[in-house]
C-alpha cells in the first residue's frame, strides 16, 4: 500500500512524518519512501514542485490519501512566518492567489484553497489536535497497528523551526498581527476560512 498524508504546509506535517515512521513505515516528509509520502505540495499533481521537495517525475499513485488539518489561525500565522519565495511561488501557480495581496491575505486565501483542494482527493479528513479520537480509523486506513501511548515518544518539537533571534522577532510580529478581528477587517475571506473551519470541527 502506498500512502499520502497532505493538508496546508505548517499542518503537523513533519509530526506525523514521525508517527508513520514509529509505526514501521519508510515514508518521507515532502519525499517518497517506500511506503508513502507526507507532503502538502502534494495535494497537486504538478509538472514541477517547490526546490526543497525531493524530484518528481511522476506522480505515484497512492492506494489511500488523508488530509490532516490544524487550526486555521495557528496554520495561517505559521506559514506567514515561513513559506519560503518558493512555497509561495508553487501556491501562485494552484491557486487564484495573487503576489499582489497583502501577506495575511495570501496566507487566509492559502488556508482556505488548500484544504478544499487535499479534502477534495482524500478518503478521510481529520484535525491534528483530535488525532487521538480518530486513531483507530487512523491506523485503520493506513493499515497500520501502533498504540497511541508510543506517540509520547515523538519530541513535542518536532515541527517547530529553528528559534533564531531573527525567527523570534518573526514570531512575534505574527503573534500580534494575525487575530480574527484584523482577518474580517483585511481580508475577503473571513467569513469562508470560519465555515471551512467549522466543517472541520474547530470552535471559532
Known amino acids: 500500500m502506498y500512502r499520502l498524508i497532505t493538508g496546508c504546509g505548517r499542518s503537523g506535517t513533519k509530526y506525523i512524518t514521525k508517527v508513520l515512521e ?7 516528509h515532502e519525499g517518497f519512501g517506500k511506503d508513502g509520502s507526507v507532503s502538502w505540495p502534494l495535494a497537486v499533481n504538478a509538472d ?3 526546490e526543497y521537495h525531493e524530484e518528481v517525475f511522476k506522480l505515484p499513485k497512492f492506494d489511500v490519501v488523508l488530509h490532516q488539518t490544524r487550526h486555521p489561525l495557528k496554520t495561517i500565522k505559521s506559514f506567514m512566518v515561513v513559506a519560503s519565495p518558493s512555497s509561495w511561488n508553487f501556491v501562485y501557480n494552484h491557486t487564484p492567489i495573487t503576489e499582489d495581496m497583502s501577506l495575511l491575505d495570501r496566507a487566509v486565501r492559502y488556508w482556505y484553497y488548500w484544504n478544499l ?20 480509523e487512523f491506523c485503520g486506513m493506513l493499515k497500520i ?6 506517540l509520547r515518544e515523538i519530541p513535542k518539537n518536532t515541527n517547530t523551526k529553528p528559534k533564531t533571534k531573527s525567527h523570534r522577532k518573526k514570531l512575534r510580529r505574527k503573534s500580534e498581527f494575525v487575530k480574527w478581528s484584523r482577518i474580517k477587517r483585511e481580508t475577503g475571506f473571513y ?10 470541527g474547530y470552535k471559532i
Open 22 to 28: 514509529l509505526s514501521g513505515l519508510d515514508v518521507k
Open 48 to 50: 514541477e514542485y517547490p
Open 117 to 136: 483542494q487535499a479534502e477534495s482527493i482524500a478518503d478521510m479528513t481529520y484535525r491534528i489536535e483530535n488525532l487521538k479520537g480518530r486513531w483507530e
Open 145 to 150: 497497528k501502533l498504540p497511541y501511548r508510543k
Open 191 to 200: 467569513n469562508r476560512v470560519v465555515k471551512l473551519g467549522r466543517k472541520y
